[in-house]
């Protein structure tokens, strides 16, 4: 939003090893055409813009409970609601290799527990995944896996999750060996240990459970390397 701490992707087609590839920035032209293709410079994108979930980039479901749950789109953001000991959401239709980053804006609104997961179970899952989310009515921080419905915590601490107003960036690192969390570029958790997941390609799985609602105002997914 030209602000000092902008962020601006762009898609280079290759780096030669050991070698170097200039980009050059134009600026000051207030007439200049916005040629902004986000699908195109991420390996997935949704902005969340319409009314209606996009099907070919998700699937909407219910994966535990038999209490109410809706998906709604509306004003550029995506809300998902859950009730009484539900748990629902949305997952990608196609999965990603690790190691990869998923970027995004969501805002907690209401109820217990809402999460940012990746899991290998084609329409997405409860019981075996990797998530970083907020519990006990948004007020703890956790990081945690489920393998065959048993679930462990990595880290869990008093932390409140993002709410009101306004939408907050986060970022997932999804490695072999480790994922950090990080909201507005500050890493949160300390311990980034992950035995679930070390290879093979996860589908991005966005939820909520027990009465919780929260909204996603977009979300990317790209390649990872180390710096």
Partial sequence: KNMWNTKVYVKVPSIPANGTVTLYLFYG???????SDASAVFDFFDDFSGTTLDETKWTAAKWFG???WSVV???GYVEISTGSGTRAGIVSNVAFPLPFIVEGKFVYVSGDHVWNSITQTTGGSHSDLVEHGYDSSGTYYTYRKASGGSYSNYQRFARYAPR???????????LTNASRYYEWNIQVNSNTNQDRYTSGSCYIQLSTYNNGISRWDWIAVRKYTAT
């Fill in 73 to 75: 789109v509306n004003d």
């Fill in 164 to 174: 009101g107003s306004i939408f907050t960036r986060f970022a997932i690192e999804w």
């Fill in 29 to 35: 032209n207030p007439s200049a055409t916005d040629v």
């Fill in 66 to 68: 038999s209490g109410t």
